[in-house]
Nanobody, 127 residues
């Protein structure tokens, strides 16, 4: 059974930083591209960042480019999202996801590309 468990969310002031972690189990982690998405109240889930299976390729939403960094440690089966210079508009529930190898017709910035999802972790940025 695949499990993705996010942690590291919380309340932070604007301009601050947080580091999210997503621990994976039940899959061969190093074979999966991973992504981070977020969903704010009343809004659709949106892409934040993605990373290839080896960590050599990374993609970011324009809204977080230059502020957020995605990384992974395949030895620890964990993917991270370092979030700096946080803004109130970054407030959302953040989800990590593992790709679906049968959905390669979708880009890694699309939720349709992912098969497994975590339960989410709340990030709140106060102004």
């Amino acid at each position: 059974q695949v499990q993705l468990v996010e942690s590291g969310g919380g309340l932070v002031q604007a301009g601050g930083s947080l580091r999210l972690s997503c621990a994976a189990s039940g899959l061969t982690f190093s074979n999966y591209a991973m992504g981070w998405f977020r969903q704010a109240p009343g809004k659709e889930r949106e892409f934040v960042a993605a990373i290839g299976w080896s960590g050599g390729s990374k993609w970011y939403a324009d809204s977080v480019q230059g502020r957020f960094t995605i990384s992974r440690d395949n030895a620890k089966n964990t993917v991270y999202l370092q979030m700096n210079s946080l803004k109130p508009e970054d407030t959302a529930v953040y989800y990590c996801a593992a790709e679906d190898h049968l959905s390669t017709g979708w880009g890694l910035n699309s939720a349709a590309r992912y098969k497994y999802w975590g339960q989410g972790t709340q990030v709140t940025v106060s102004s």
